[in-house]
């Protein structure tokens, strides 16, 4: 069968602005047969995209991507056909939003002493509303005032390390995401592994110590690699015996670099981790 196949996408529960069943209404018109959603450290919109794909004639995986850190960076880990009942999965998830709420209050209170907010704290409204907060809504929030002129900008003046709204933030472990991603039944997957600021033999290490913790996948069919980038991630699969992953990580219309379900389809020297996934 033909199949068209995203694997990593957002939703507003997360930083993506459309709702599930938009972000499915947009998977249909462009004719995806297999769609799943995979915001930030929740669950929460599972259920509505699920509805969505069984009136479009999509399979649905039900998905997360948990944040971790590892050596001093964030390293995010997709988790595919989890079950979003799975107490250790929530409990995970709580813990990260916890995480998450606190640090977004620290960049509201830092952003607060730029003259052009003139006290103004910017998170006191974003942690009113329901779902993950994270920094990109921070971003919007700065080019919706015009302090930027667009989310990229707002990361680079105001939110980057070294920047005036900077908090770093320590993420629970590897290890801990993984087991909560099997305890719910699911397979892991490393996201975007290329985006990584760590060597070569590093990430090698990394890719060791996910699949040694029960990791399955890596992606390996994203938009915006290189070929450089692509013939990386293929010779980590292979050498950790890693399935290849694909997932366009779309978060909005706007963002045409991340577009939903376009990208290359998997080289066939890999494994893919649809064949680890529930059969159709
Ligand atoms: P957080 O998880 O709170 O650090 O928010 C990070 C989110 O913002 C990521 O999930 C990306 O969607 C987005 N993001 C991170 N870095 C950048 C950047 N430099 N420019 C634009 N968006 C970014
Ligand atoms: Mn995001
Ligand atoms: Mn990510
Ligand atoms: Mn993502």
Not at 46 to 59: G, K, P, S, V, Y
Not at 81 to 110: E, H, K, M, N
Not at 207 to 230: H, M, N, W, Y
Request: glycine share 8%; with cysteine; proline share 5%.
């Amino acid at each position: 069968m033909f199949e068209l196949v995203d694997l990593h996408t957002h939703s507003h529960h997360s930083d993506g602005v459309l709702a599930p069943a938009e972000l499915v209404a947009r998977a249909a018109l462009r004719k995806l047969t297999r769609l799943a959603l995979t915001d930030h450290d929740t669950t929460a919109g599972l259920d509505e995209a699920r509805a969505a794909c069984q009136q479009h004639d999509i399979a649905f995986v039900n998905g997360t991507e948990l944040t971790t850190s590892w050596r001093g960076q964030e390293v995010h880990i997709v988790g595919l056909d989890i079950d979003p009942a799975s107490a250790a999965l929530q409990a995970q998830c709580a813990t990260v939003l916890a995480l998450r709420r606190t640090r977004i209050a620290a960049i509201g209170a830092l952003l607060q002493r730029l003259p052009a907010l003139a006290g103004e704290d910017l998170s006191i409204a974003l942690l009113a509303e329901p779902g993950i907060p994270t920094r990109l809504h921070v971003a919007r929030e700065l080019v919706r005032r015009g302090l930027a002129g667009g989310t990229q900008d707002a990361f680079d003046r105001f939110l980057a390390r070294k920047r005036p709204g900077y908090v770093g933030q320590e993420w629970p472990t590897i290890e801990s995401a993984l087991t909560a991603i099997t305890a719910a039944g699911g397979v892991a997957v490393l996201a975007h592994a290329h985006r990584y600021k760590f060597s070569a033999g590093v990430l090698g290490e990394l890719c060791r110590q996910f699949k040694q913790a029960g990791g399955s996948g890596i992606e390996v069919s994203l938009p915006g690699t290189s070929p450089a980038d692509t013939a990386r991630l293929v010779r980590l699969a292979r050498q950790h015996a890693l399935a290849g992953s694909m997932g366009s990580d779309f978060h909005e219309p706007g963002l045409p670099w991340r577009p939903l379900g376009r990208f290359a389809k998997l080289p066939d020297e890999v494994a893919s981790i649809l064949d680890r996934l529930r059969p159709l």
